[in-house]
């Protein structure tokens, strides 16, 4: 009897590198529209006369809701997987973009932004794409979840001086209906290179994938950990301290006295420092540890801070420079030391649904970072104070990322 044709190679571990290539870009593209606000805001303030604090609302609902609905997401990611949450995704963001484009009153915004497009945004994030690739690089995690966390950075450089150019050019109106076409050409075909919804299931036993070496965890059992409540605490601390400078850098800029063109070059070009670093501290983490990856991404913003302080006119190029490098250099390099670490210490099927709830804390802290630097300036009329905030917020993230470096026990339910 003639023996059985050999079974060919699982197509999921052959095409690892293309499915991250995949997620890279689709992440990216998700991650550039949500950061172009940032450059947006000031054309609403033109336009419709919003103080900062009003011209931030929608900003802050799109944080709040990101991580509110991290849980929903996460389960619909571990039951639906990637090709359907991408082609959800992608269309939630065509929507909402061009229903921004025709908006009048800043309830409209909210709700395009603060929702649509938000949620659009979280159907092709981290959450989608974690636990694929934390399954299809089980002992190269860090490095594989940091080149993915890196698209993030990518978008969020790319997105300022391309909007800010598409803005002049064609007003803010213009500019959405062109971001909603580029969403639309690279998103949606791009969900075809996923596979079908069990294509990221973990390996069976004697595999190299996490389910034949670490023990799968639920949310009943990881929420009954510390180690649960830290990596909330960090991700909403984290958060609170990049938004409280990030959604305003380029208000600041021209506030103090440069050139809105300008200034959206210098921290763009900032801004792309972030894919080096992301990518450098993520794989970093693989070797030093987590927590020692992250202290130094931690340190490294909070020097970007101060700089950021010091500046007083447009004469202090080297100060908005280095404001730009330092801070660009560590925006979301703790994101993979941060998921890694919660794939290492909460491995199994249930990982997106344990992230989605864990991300609530990154949500609330972009939320209310990004909406109190509006306020405080509004109140102020200096963004000094919120600067100073961030920095306190790093230093306790930092603290309690540290205090992660036992691994958690189940309990019994």
């Not at 080096?276 to 501290?281: D, F, H, K, L, Y």
């Not at 994101?335 to 649904?353: C, E, H, M, Y």
Request: positive net charge; hydrophobic residues 55%.
């Amino acid at each position: 009897m003639p023996a059985p044709p050999e079974s060919p190679p699982p197509p999921v571990r052959d095409r690892a590198w293309l499915i991250l290539g995949a997620a890279f870009l689709a992440f990216m593209v998700g991650a550039s529209v949500m950061h172009s606000y940032t450059v947006f805001l000031l054309a609403f303030v033109a336009d419709f006369g919003w103080s900062r604090a009003e011209s931030s609302v929608a900003y802050s609902v799109g944080q709040l809701v990101g991580g509110l609905s991290s849980p929903l997401v996460g389960g619909m990611v571990d039951r639906l997987g990637a090709r359907r949450m991408v082609l959800l995704g992608g269309g939630l963001l065509v929507l909402g973009l061009i229903g921004s484009a025709h908006a009048h009153a800043l309830w409209q915004m909210v709700f395009l932004y603060g929702v649509v497009i938000t949620f659009g945004a979280n159907c092709i994030g981290l959450l989608v794409f974690v636990p694929l690739v934390s399954r299809l690089f089980p002992r190269r995690r860090g490095m594989a979840i940091s080149v993915l966390q890196s698209a993030n950075a990518s978008g969020r450089a790319a997105s300022a001086p391309a909007s800010q150019a598409t803005i002049e050019s064609l007003g803010w109106r213009g500019a959405y209906l062109a971001a909603a076409a580029v969403a639309g050409a690279v998103l949606l075909p791009l969900a075809f290179v996923f596979g079908n919804r069990r294509a990221g299931a973990a390996p069976t036993a004697g595999g190299p994938g996490l389910g034949a070496v670490e023990r799968p965890w639920t949310l009943a059992e990881a929420i009954r950990t510390p180690q649960f409540w830290l990596l909330f605490l960090v991700y909403m601390l984290t958060s609170i301290g990049s938004f409280l400078v990030s959604l305003h850098q380029i208000a600041f800029a021209v506030d103090v006295g440069f050139d809105p063109l300008y200034a959206a070059g210098v921290l763009g070009m900032g801004s792309f420092l972030a894919m080096p670093g992301v990518v450098a501290t993520g794989t970093l983490s693989d070797y030093i540890g987590r927590e020692y990856s992250a202290l130094l991404a931690y340190g490294i913003s909070i020097v970007g801070v101060f700089c950021a302080l010091a500046i007083t006119g447009p004469g202090d190029h080297l100060l908005l420079w280095l404001h730009a490098c330092f801070f660009g250099l560590t925006w979301g390099a703790r994101g993979p030391a941060i998921t890694a670490k919660t794939a290492d210490l909460f491995p199994g099927p249930r990982l997106g649904t344990i992230l989605g709830v864990i991300t609530i804390g990154s949500g609330l802290g972009a939320a209310i970072g990004s909406w109190a630097a509006g306020f405080i300036f509004d109140v102020s009329g200096s963004y000094r104070v919120a600067f100073i905030g961030s920095i306190l917020a790093y230093a306790l993230g930092s603290l309690a990322f540290y205090m992660l470096r036992r691994p958690p026990r189940a309990r019994a339910v």
